[in-house]
């Protein structure tokens, strides 16, 4: 008789990589399946949303959720965060409010206290009253006056060094300097990879497509599923799809309607001048798909640095952000955005989005006018669940007995969907109660390094971007 699983995963991003390591971590034996060749594969990531300061529009609410499972994310992969901070700023020329930002920035540094006095090792943003600093008008001449600094350690510091490139006379005052890392998703699949592949508990299924899913939930039989892939059928109790954005396409396998938006986006990769010591990640907000839209400049080693411009010719598409229509659970792309998917850009594509990042970020950045072409962009696309296109914590639903979906927006929501998932397996008898809750990982944590160096290396080389995107700016110990 074939193997029966507990559970199985099919999606191998940052939703999937998890909750299988979680259930192996319990020793619940699962099988993953990603169509790639490598996890983490998909949709990019390289902020560590820990408070929702790039979203001007969300609620609070919202904010707290992002910084508490981005916490939770950090805690569980160190090696993957980038302790640089986050610039934050209004441009005089949009409507957004300074003091908008500042009265929820109160609010979060009361909830991260209140996280610390939960558990002292969720201090891993910094002292709480360290979580951001503003600075005036005085302020920013006298720090603008100062010398660059090679290994900023303080916040000024690192205000000093941002401050010798940015116009800051375009900018309304107080600007601020947050909390909010890097996010290294090169160092996250590493270190994912490595664990999944060491851990009896998983079974790991790489370049594996799941083609076929058969419901035997009405037969009485000792598992509920079969799922099928080109080369094999499994036998599994429990169902988990992590697919992100294309979760609609087992949904539909599944006669299940669900509402849904899925969106398009690219970041571009562009390389630039040496410059005296590294700047913080650099936001200068403005109205999302206006030509005024949000511009991110995201630091990587070795001169590289990430641009989104929320403008329709940089990040965001004609029709790139798409709902679901009656009777279809999966929304369809057009046909130049689903080429740009499935067969990869095309070289004028590339030049020319990139360019007009360089050209955005110039309006900030002068001296960001010499910067060139990196490497092709990194693009995905994310899932939002409903029809709220400015939701940012999606999280996971149970649709029907033994089927759980993950419908994270963000990263960060990656271990919270896992958890919920545990606590429904046993509650649906697929697993006895566990008695005690593990707060760690140690199969992760069992992951030297060295290891998540090289493998992150490999896999930037293998994924085509430059191996210095697979390095923290802030290397850690
Ligand atoms: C441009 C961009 C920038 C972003 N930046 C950030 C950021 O800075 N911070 C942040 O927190 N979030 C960010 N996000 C969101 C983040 O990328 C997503 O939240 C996250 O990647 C979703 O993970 P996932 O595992 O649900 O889906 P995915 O990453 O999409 O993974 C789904 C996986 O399922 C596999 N799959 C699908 N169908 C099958 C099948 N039939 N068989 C086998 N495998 C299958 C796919 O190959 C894929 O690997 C960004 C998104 C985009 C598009």
């Given at each position: 008789?074939?193997?029966?699983?507990?559970?199985?995963?099919?999606?191998?991003?940052?939703?999937?990589?998890?909750?299988?390591?979680?259930?192996?971590?319990?020793?619940?034996?699962?099988?993953?399946?990603?169509?790639?060749?490598?996890?983490?594969?998909?949709?990019?990531?390289?902020?560590?949303?820990?408070?929702?300061?790039?979203?001007?529009?969300?609620?609070?609410?919202?904010?707290?959720?992002?910084?508490?499972?981005?916490?939770?994310?950090?805690?569980?992969?160190?090696?993957?965060?980038?302790?640089?901070?986050?610039?934050?700023?209004?441009p005089k020329t949009e409507t957004y409010k300074i003091k908008d930002l500042q009265d929820r920035l109160v609010v979060l540094v009361d909830y991260y206290k209140t996280l610390i006095k939960e558990d002292p090792k969720n201090e891993i943003l910094g002292a709480p009253e360290e979580y951001y600093n503003t600075y005036n008008k005085e302020d920013l001449e006298h720090l603008a006056k100062q010398e660059a600094?090679?290994?900023?350690?303080?916040?000024?510091?690192?205000?000093?060094?941002?401050?010798?490139?940015?116009?800051?006379?375009?900018?309304?005052?107080?600007?601020?300097?947050?909390?909010?890392?890097?996010?290294?998703?090169?160092?996250?699949?590493a270190q994912a990879q490595l664990a999944l592949t060491k851990t009896p508990q998983c079974n790991l299924q790489l370049n594996t497509n799941v083609s076929k899913i058969e419901d035997v939930r009405h037969l009485n039989l000792d598992y509920?599923?079969?799922?099928?892939?080109?080369?094999?059928?499994?036998?599994?109790?429990?169902?988990?799809?992590?697919?992100?954005?294309?979760?609609?396409?087992?949904?539909?396998?599944?006669?299940?309607?669900?509402?849904?938006?899925?969106?398009?986006?690219?970041?571009?990769?562009?390389?630039?001048?040496?410059?005296?010591?590294?700047?913080?990640?650099?936001?200068f907000h403005g109205k999302r798909g206006t030509p005024n839209g949000m511009v991110q400049l995201t630091p990587y080693c070795n001169d590289y640095y990430q641009i989104?411009?929320?403008?329709?010719?940089?990040?965001?598409?004609?029709?790139?952000?798409?709902?679901?229509?009656?009777?279809?659970?999966?929304?369809?792309?057009?046909?130049?955005?689903?080429?740009?998917?499935?067969?990869?850009?095309?070289?004028?594509?590339?030049?020319?989005?990139?360019?007009?990042?360089?050209?955005?970020?110039?309006?900030?950045?002068?001296t960001f006018k010499s910067a060139t072409l990196g490497s092709a962009p990194l693009y995905g696309a994310q899932q939002i669940p409903g029809d709220d296109p400015i939701l940012r914590v999606g999280e996971v639903s149970f649709p029907s007995k033994f089927y759980a979906r993950s419908e994270i927006i963000k990263a960060s929501s990656a271990l919270t969907v896992a958890n919920q998932i545990i606590t429904k397996i046993q509650e649906e008898h697929i697993i006895p109660k566990i008695k005690t809750v593990l707060t760690k990982n140690d199969i992760l944590n069992s992951i030297p390094k060295e290891s998540i160096n090289t493998l992150s290396s490999e896999l930037a080389i293998q994924r085509q971007y430059p191996e210095a995107l697979a390095k923290l700016v802030i290397d850690r110990d």
């Open positions: 008789m074939s193997k029966i699983y507990n559970v199985g995963v099919i999606g191998g991003g940052v939703s999937g990589v998890v909750i299988a390591l979680e259930l192996a971590k319990y020793g619940i034996e699962n099988i993953l399946f990603e169509k790639k060749e490598s996890v983490v594969n998909s949709s990019p990531f390289c902020h560590l949303h820990a408070g929702g300061n790039l979203y001007p529009d969300i609620s609070t609410e919202q904010c707290k959720v992002l910084m508490k499972q981005s916490i939770d994310m950090a805690r569980l992969f160190p090696q993957s965060i980038d302790q640089r901070p986050t610039f934050i700023s209004i600094v090679k290994t900023p350690k303080t916040a000024n510091q690192w205000m000093t060094n941002a401050l010798k490139l940015v116009d800051y006379k375009q900018l309304k005052t107080p600007v601020i300097l947050v909390q909010e890392y890097g996010w290294n998703l090169f160092r996250l699949g509920n599923w079969k799922i099928h892939t080109k080369n094999n059928i499994y036998n599994i109790k429990y169902l988990v799809n992590s697919c992100g954005f294309k979760t609609g396409k087992i949904d539909e396998a599944l006669n299940l309607n669900v509402k849904r938006l899925i969106e398009f986006k690219a970041a571009y990769v562009s390389k630039w001048q040496p410059i005296d010591g590294p700047i913080p990640e650099l936001i989104h411009g929320m403008t329709k010719d940089i990040t965001l598409f004609d029709n790139g952000l798409i709902q679901s229509k009656n009777n279809q659970a999966q929304p369809k792309f057009n046909e130049a955005i689903n080429d740009r998917i499935e067969s990869g850009w095309k070289k004028n594509d590339i030049e020319e989005r990139t360019q007009n990042a360089i050209n955005l970020v110039t309006k900030f950045v002068p």
